[in-house]
């Protein structure tokens, strides 16, 4: 079992910056592959970015450029880095975990990107 805990979301300017962060609880930690999706009002959920537990990274076409993943498995932590935040960019952020044989789910954390 796994619980998982986001933090820094907020409300930003456009062209600002937030880093997310979320922090895992239980073992395995480093065997999970981890990775942030978003959910905005009326939408589907959708993925953002996600980093295996190798270290090999992918991002949605939209966030490319702007944002980085990356985690820190001593501290059981995997980070969303969100630059250059446009208006599209506001939602819910949700971190997962996922092995072969469960997904784990965040409560989420709002972005807010307004001026």
Known sequence: QVQLVESGGGLVQPGGSLRLSCTA??????????GWYRQAPGKQRESVASIASSGTTNYADSVKGRFTISRDNA?????LQMNSLKHE???VYY??????WNTY???????TVSS
């Open 25 to 34: 609880s239980g073992s395995g930690f480093s065997l999970y592959a981890m």
């Open 75 to 79: 501290k059981n932590t995997v980070l």
């Open 89 to 91: 960019d506001t939602a």
């Open 95 to 100: 971190c997962s975990a996922k092995n072969f």
């Open 105 to 111: 789910w965040g409560q989420g954390t709002q972005v």
